[in-house]
């Protein structure tokens, strides 16, 4: 067993002021190269998960069986989570209590089940840009879980947001053949459930000071055994196993590749809700996410509008106005500095001019 109890922070009084990487301490390092690490790492692990996610919903036949691909991908965070923990972890004691991991487990179900069930109503593309809008639901939850204030220019990226992400899903409605409206609603369920678990998820692990590991091993695990009865009990779990059966090598194979990338951006991104907060992880991870839609018109065929390009423009432009409002005194600076230095090198020409004239 690797937990005995459960960690109580008013009895003990020291804690590990650590930050734990895969089991290296990155606090030393400056916060420039913590966020670089961590966003290089976003991008390193999530892009190729996009691929296989969106490929493994190409295969024929197999867009009813997002919930069993759930399941298999949270068996294969747990293992990964649990091996992790004995042969990496120092720390063995579970600090988080079991009910928090229970409300994450079912978050976890909601976020990624529901967004693998929504492949099978809505394309790739689609799916991407409504999951790039949860600004909204994270600026909501953080008023209400974490009563965080915002801005104006906050509330401002999330009008364009909406606008941007109505516009997308008409256009994918209109060129689409299999564009159905329950996988709006899947992704709207999915949204709502990243926000909260975003949220929830920063606002323990600063409580308790639990290790990603822990997060994972315990939010996944649980998840995995409600998800699995779930399944058992509607019946649906024979047939996705015979499907899966069917060509084990590719629905299989590509399952793990698609789980062991997603498995490693999740303990990226949980670095950088710990260190950063959740409204700007999820800002990168959305950036992120504009990069794979990209990818996906390219190395995958389908139906393609214009409506597509500039209603995604809207959403990266309020993705950048939420970076500027994060990052406004040095952007401020930056700019200056530069004008700055145009000013002085126009001066200095102009003088130059004057002398020679």
Not at 51 to 68: N, V
Request: proline letters at 3%.
């Amino acid at each position: 067993m690797i937990i005995s109890s459960v960690y109580n922070p008013k009895i003990e009084a020291h804690i590990d002021k650590k930050l734990l990487l895969f089991n290296f301490d990155i606090s030393k390092l400056s916060i420039s190269f913590q966020f670089i690490l961590c966003v290089g790492g976003v991008f390193l692990c999530y892009l190729p998960y996009g691929y296989f996610q969106e490929f493994l919903f190409s295969i024929p036949l197999f867009k009813p069986y997002g919930w069993y691909l759930t399941l298999v991908q949270f068996a294969i965070y747990t293992i990964l989570a649990f091996l992790q923990s004995i042969f990496l972890e120092e720390e063995k004691e579970r600090r988080i209590p079991l009910k928090i991991y229970c409300i994450l487990a079912l978050l976890a179900i909601g976020t990624i089940g529901m967004s693998n069930k929504s492949l099978g109503y809505v394309n790739y593309p689609t799916q991407v840009i409504f999951k790039c809008c949860k600004l909204i639901p994270v600026m909501l939850g953080g008023i209400v879980i974490q009563g965080k204030r915002y801005n104006l220019l906050d509330f401002i990226t999330c009008i364009l947001m909406s606008i941007g992400l109505s516009l997308f899903v008409l256009a994918d409605s209109t060129v689409s053949p299999e564009f159905s409206y329950i996988g709006v609603l899947c992704l709207s369920i999915a949204l709502c459930a990243d926000a909260v678990i975003g949220n929830l998820q920063e606002k323990t692990m600063k409580e308790f000071n639990a290790s990603n590991t822990e997060v994972v091993l315990y939010s996944y695990g649980i998840g995995f055994f409600f998800l699995f009865t779930i399944l058992l009990f509607v019946d649906s779990l024979h047939d996705s196993f015979i499907f899966f059966n069917k060509d084990p090598f590719t629905t299989y194979g590509y399952s793990l590749m698609f789980s062991i990338s997603g498995y490693f951006g999740v303990t990226f991104v949980l670095t950088l809700v710990r260190i950063f907060g959740a409204l700007l992880a999820v800002s990168v991870t959305t950036f992120r996410k504009a990069v794979t839609i990209i990818l996906s018109f390219v190395m995958f065929a389908k139906p393609f509008t214009l409506q597509y390009v500039w209603s995604g423009l809207v959403v990266l432009l309020a993705i950048a106005l939420n970076m500027y409002q994060k990052n406004k005194q040095k952007i401020d600076l930056q700019i200056d500095t530069i004008v700055h230095q145009i000013n002085l090198r126009f001066c200095k020409k102009h003088k130059h001019i004057q002398i020679s004239v």
